[in-house]
């Protein structure tokens, strides 16, 4: 079976008794459809000794959980969302679908960058209106308090 979910990938886990909490997957079992992802449905196992100088104990260690339980977190836009999938230079990549920013590794980096000239464009031309809007009402101003003098000097 296909997996959307490699490893190294951030992801957000949306059920199970871990749900909310957030890892990175260190390996992926596309045969069981399974995850394993750092900190996440961690296990205690009771581990004997198989020498003289290994210790035995008690050790928690994570275990695997369903890949349908996590989903993938955009690294552009920062939310947990599906995946899609669509082309960037001619190869084929895995896309956020809020955000539509790739999320292999070889392309976010350029993402992230159109991300932020975006909001810089966004910045300035909020800017821009908000000077604009400023110098059409320093502009209106003088006006109305023209009037409001001439009307005093006629009352006088």
Same mark, same amino acid.
């Given at each position: 079976?296909?997996?959307? &979910?490699?490893?190294?990938? @951030?992801?957000l886990?949306i059920?199970?008794?871990?749900?909310?909490?957030?890892?990175?997957?260190?390996?992926?079992?596309?045969?069981? @459809?399974?995850?394993?992802?750092?900190?996440?449905?961690?296990?205690?196992?009771?581990?004997?000794?198989?020498? $003289? $100088?290994?210790?035995?104990? &008690?050790?928690?260690?994570?275990?695997? &959980?369903?890949?349908? @339980?996590? $989903?993938v977190?955009?690294?552009?836009?920062g939310?947990?969302?599906?995946?899609?999938?669509?082309?960037v230079?001619?190869? +084929?990549?895995?896309?956020?679908?809020?955000? @539509?920013?790739?999320?292999?590794?070889?392309?976010?980096?350029?993402? +992230?960058?159109?991300?932020?000239?975006?909001?810089?464009?966004?910045? %300035?031309? +909020?800017?821009?209106?908000?000077?604009?809007?400023?110098?059409?009402?320093? %502009?209106?101003?003088?006006?109305?308090?023209?009037k409001?003098s001439?009307? +005093?000097?006629?009352? %006088?």
């Amino acid at each position: 079976m296909k997996m959307t &979910i490699k490893t190294g990938d @951030n992801v957000l886990v949306i059920a199970g008794k871990d749900k909310g909490k957030t890892g990175k997957v260190v390996a992926v079992n596309a045969a069981a @459809n399974k995850v394993l992802v750092e900190n996440v449905n961690v296990v205690t196992k009771h581990q004997k000794p198989r020498s $003289q $100088q290994d210790k035995g104990g &008690i050790v928690k260690k994570s275990a695997p &959980i369903e890949a349908s @339980n996590v $989903q993938v977190v955009c690294p552009v836009c920062g939310k947990a969302t599906r995946v899609a999938h669509g082309e960037v230079d001619g190869k +084929k990549v895995r896309t956020c679908k809020k955000c @539509n920013a790739s999320l292999d590794k070889e392309y976010v980096k350029a993402s +992230k960058k159109e991300a932020k000239k975006s909001t810089v464009k966004a910045s %300035e031309l +909020k800017g821009a209106k908000l000077k604009a809007a400023t110098a059409e009402t320093a %502009e209106e101003a003088p006006k109305k308090t023209t009037k409001k003098s001439t009307a +005093k000097k006629v009352s %006088e």
